[in-house]
C-alpha cells in the first residue's frame, strides 16, 4: 500500500495505467487477479485518508489510470523543488532573486528519494533518486557561481558545507570546496578539508580521494604561495562586490564583526550608528506554524532590503528577528525610516496575524 502511494505521488501529475502499477509494484505477486489487488490496494488507500478525517479526493481514476489529484490540498516537496529551480533559471530574474530560488530548491532537498532507505521491491525509485541528486549538485553548482560572481566566498563556503551534510561522499562539492578556501586565502582550512575527505574516504571506500583532486588541491596551494594576489586586483575585486546599491545583507557572524568596526568609528569620528532589533510576534495565542513565520520574514527582508540606507547592514539574528546597523543623518530621520518599515509591514497580508516589535539603540553607550 505504501509503495503505491508513493509510486503515484511520484508520478505526479500524471496518470498511471492499471497495467504499469501491476508492472512496477506487483511484479512479483502471486495473485490471480493482479488488477483486482491495484483497486483492492487504492481503495485502502482512500480509506486511510478519510479515517484520518480527509474528505478530499487524493486519488483520482480515469480510463483504467490512477493519479495524484493535483488540486488536493497537500505539500509535495519535489514538486515545490521543481518549482523553484525553474524561478531561479528564470533569465528574467535578478541575482538576489535567483539566489533565494535556488536556497529555498537546495533546503527542500534529504537526500533518499522519499525519505527512506529503498527495498529490493522499490527498484523504480532509484531513477528518482538520480535524477533528483543530479538536480541538487547541479543546482549547488549553478548557486556557487551566483555567489562567486558577486564574490561572496563566505556563502560558497558555507553553501558547499551545507551540501556535505547531505551528499558526504561527492568529490565535486570537496573540489569547489578547496578551490574557494585557497581563493579566499584560507590555506589551513582548505588543507584540512582534505584531510576530513580523506580520512573518510579511506575509512568508507578502502581508498583515497582520486588523483585528479590530490593534485587540483597541491597545484592550487602551491599556485597560492607563489603567485600572490596584487593590491590592485584585490581592490577591483572590492570595489566590484561595493557596487550594488541598497544595504548590505549578511551573517550574523559577519555582522558582529562590522559592528566592532562601527562602534569605533562611532567612537572616533562622533558618526552616530544605531542597532536595531525588529521581532516577528505572534498576536495570538496559538503558536504561528514554521512556513507561516518563514514566509513573513522573508516578506520583511525584502521590505528591508528595499527601503534601508545604501550602507545600512542588515542581518537575520534568529528564526524571528533581524538585527539592523543604521547610520542616519540625524535621530529624526532615523524614526522616519523605521516607521516607514513598520507601515509597509503593515500593509501587507501576513501582518493580519503577526505583530512586528522594533528597538533601537545607539552603539554608542549613553555615558559616552
Known amino acids: 500500500m505504501w509503495e503505491m502511494l508513493k509510486y503515484l505521488l511520484a508520478s505526479y501529475p500524471k496518470f498511471v495505467t492499471t497495467d504499469k ?4 509494484i506487483l511484479h512479483d505477486s502471486d495473485s490471480g487477479d493482479p488488477a483486482k489487488n491495484v483497486r483492492d490496494i487504492i481503495y ?7 479515517s484520518r478525517g480527509l474528505r478530499q479526493e487524493y486519488i483520482l481514476f480515469e480510463n483504467g489510470s490512477y493519479a495524484w489529484n493535483t488540486n488536493a490540498e497537500c505539500f509535495i516537496d519535489f514538486v515545490e523543488f521543481n518549482r523553484f529551480l525553474r524561478e531561479a533559471r528564470d533569465p528574467d530574474k535578478s541575482d538576489e532573486e535567483r539566489i533565494s530560488s535556488y536556497n529555498e530548491a537546495i533546503t527542500l532537498y534529504q537526500g533518499d528519494f522519499m525519505g ?3 527495498s529490493h521491491t522499490e527498484r523504480w525509485a532509484s531513477y528518482y533518486e538520480s535524477y533528483y541528486r543530479r538536480l541538487f549538485l547541479l543546482s549547488v553548482a549553478s548557486l556557487s557561481n551566483l555567489y562567486e560572481h558577486l564574490l561572496d566566498y563566505e556563502n560558497v563556503i ?3 558545507n551545507r551540501a556535505l551534510l547531505i551528499e558526504p561522499y561527492e568529490e565535486s562539492l570537496y ?3 578547496i578551490q574557494i ?5 584560507e590555506y589551513a582550512l582548505a588543507k584540512r578539508e582534505y584531510q576530513k575527505m580523506e580520512k573518510l574516504f579511506l575509512r568508507e571506500f578502502d581508498a583515497p580521494p582520486s588523483q585528479t583532486i590530490q593534485d587540483l588541491y597541491d597545484e592550487a596551494v602551491k599556485a597560492g604561495f607563489r603567485q600572490p594576489t596584487a593590491l590592485s586586483k584585490i581592490k577591483e575585486q572590492f570595489d566590484k562586490s561595493a557596487e550594488h546599491d541598497g544595504p548590505i545583507y549578511c551573517a550574523s557572524d559577519t555582522f558582529s564583526h562590522i559592528y566592532k568596526y562601527g562602534k569605533r568609528v562611532d567612537e572616533r569620528k562622533n558618526f552616530p550608528v544605531y542597532l536595531c532589533k525588529l521581532t516577528l510576534l505572534h498576536d495570538r495565542e496559538i503558536d504561528l506554524s514554521k512556513a507561516k513565520l518563514e514566509h513573513a520574514m522573508k516578506t520583511m527582508l525584502r521590505i528591508l532590503l528595499s527601503n534601508l540606507r545604501r550602507g545600512d547592514i ?13 547610520t542616519p543623518v540625524n535621530v529624526i530621520t532615523l524614526r522616519q525610516g523605521i516607521q516607514r518599515i513598520n507601515s509597509l509591514f503593515e500593509h501587507e497580508p501576513v501582518s493580519n496575524e503577526i505583530q512586528l516589535e522594533t528597538e533601537v539603540v545607539p552603539i554608542k553607550d549613553v555615558e559616552e
Request: net charge positive; glycine share 2%; charged share 25%.
Open 21 to 24: 502499477l501491476i508492472e512496477v
Open 44 to 50: 485502502r488507500l482512500r480509506k486511510m485518508f478519510l
Open 116 to 118: 527512506e532507505k529503498k
Open 158 to 160: 558555507l553553501l558547499h
Open 175 to 177: 573540489a569547489k570546496l
Open 181 to 185: 578556501l585557497i581563493k579566499n586565502g
Open 314 to 326: 542588515v542581518c537575520r539574528y534568529s528564526p524571528n528577528q533581524f538585527l539592523l546597523m543604521l
